[in-house]
């Protein structure tokens, strides 16, 4: 089985979605051609059915398959606990090395720092699990990024109109202000 042929998932189809949304705002898409491809995209079954949508648009890649869910929720729990082993770490070596120089094992005082932040990391990845978190996290990232695109798109094409001498829309002509007497730029 080909690529092609393999079953696109929601996240892809809203990756696709998203794109076209950035390609209607850049002008490279009407109104009603944008409404054509995003209801073929919804529609979309496999990768094969969404990779024409987006073939004639720059920068358009074929859609990327999901990370799978078993992916996304290590890389969340990752995320929630990170924080937690270093500073257990920390404490823990700070106690072994007061303990080796006072030449007695003194209190075991990082259950203090690690017993009540564990119960309270796991009381909330026991919520988050059951609540979808790792998915919803991953598609917040993936906005994130596709909004990041969106905007150095917009930003290099702003850059080729500067490069051709056209104006860009939005920006006032600098030219005609440098040109005024200061006495007209006053008032």
Not at 11 to 19: E, F, I, S
């Amino acid at each position: 089985m080909g690529r092609d042929e393999m079953r696109a998932a929601d996240a892809d189809r809203q990756a696709v979605a998203d794109k076209l949304k950035a390609a209607l705002d850049e002008g490279r898409l009407d109104l009603h051609e944008y409404d054509e491809r995003l209801q073929q995209a919804y529609a979309a079954k496999t990768y094969g059915e969404l990779a024409p949508l987006l073939t004639d648009l720059p920068h358009a890649a074929p859609p990327v398959p999901a990370q799978p869910a078993q992916h996304v929720t290590a890389q969340w729990l990752m995320q929630v606990w990170s924080s937690w082993l270093p500073a257990v770490t920390i404490t823990t070596t700070i106690w072994l090395v007061a303990s080796i120089a006072a030449q007695d094992l003194l209190y075991f005082w990082p259950v203090w720092v690690a017993g009540p932040w564990g119960v309270v990391l796991i009381w909330q990845t026991v919520g988050g699990l059951a609540s979808g978190e790792p998915r919803k996290a991953a598609e917040a990232r993936q906005r994130k990024e596709l909004a990041k695109e969106a905007k150095r798109r917009r930003k290099a094409l702003a850059a080729e109109a500067l490069a051709r001498g056209e104006q860009p829309p939005g920006q006032p002509d600098k030219g005609l202000v440098a040109d005024r007497r200061p006495e007209e730029n006053a008032g």
